[in-house]
């Protein structure tokens, strides 16, 4: 056994008058061990999260495309040559998935005045998926002051269906497109 001048000798302890110990590796290896782990660890997570910066800084510059944003929903908006405001809506309020649903047309002249007695053909479906209605909607009823019931329009899956009209009219030839969203 060391007495305590020999094991301050032997020591790290330059101060008391020993050199460095007998075994210099293992106290640096322990020392610089830890410290490189640490240093490793907070280097590794400051470049996560300067990477998360960047990708946030990029998504939230980057611009829109009116594909991401979807299709447009509104239920009222002018047919395609501007002849006729429509609106759309359905009659319950609410659209249903897999049921028999009527819905109201409503037209008016680009003056405001109701159109009478126009012919409506509707066809639609979903262009996502690529095929036509599943049921064959036709306007059964005129309600006045430019209003149509739509009877037999079904939406059998949630997505986004198209629904299309062909107005004729005194006032001219139209269309407009109508997006829905289940």
Do not use: C
């Not at 101060?15 to 075994?23: E, F, K, P």
């Not at 126009?118 to 909607?137: E, K």
């Not at 306007?139 to 949630?158: A, H, N, P, Q, W």
């Amino acid at each position: 056994m060391l007495g305590k001048q020999a094991f301050l000798r032997h020591s790290v302890f330059p101060q008391a008058g020993g050199t460095r110990s007998t075994r210099p590796s293992v106290i640096r290896r322990r020392g610089t061990g830890l410290a490189s782990i640490w240093r490793y660890l907070l280097a590794g997570l400051g470049l996560a999260a300067l990477l998360v910066g960047v990708l946030a800084v990029v998504y939230l510059t980057a611009p829109q495309s009116a594909q991401l944003a979807g299709p447009d929903v509104s239920r009222t908006k002018k047919t395609d040559n501007g002849l006729y405001m429509a609106s759309f809506v359905p009659e319950r309020g609410v659209v249903r998935q897999g049921e028999l649903e009527s819905w109201l047309l409503t037209l008016k002249t680009k003056t405001g005045a109701s159109v009478e007695r126009a012919a409506i053909a509707i066809s639609g479906g979903m262009p996502q998926h690529n095929h036509g209605l599943p049921t064959s909607p036709q306007v059964t009823d005129y309600l006045g002051e430019g209003r149509y019931r739509i009877e037999g329009l079904k939406f059998t899956m949630s997505g986004w269906w198209q629904l299309r009209f062909a107005i004729s009219s005194g006032a001219g030839s139209d269309t407009v497109l109508f997006n829905v969203v289940l």
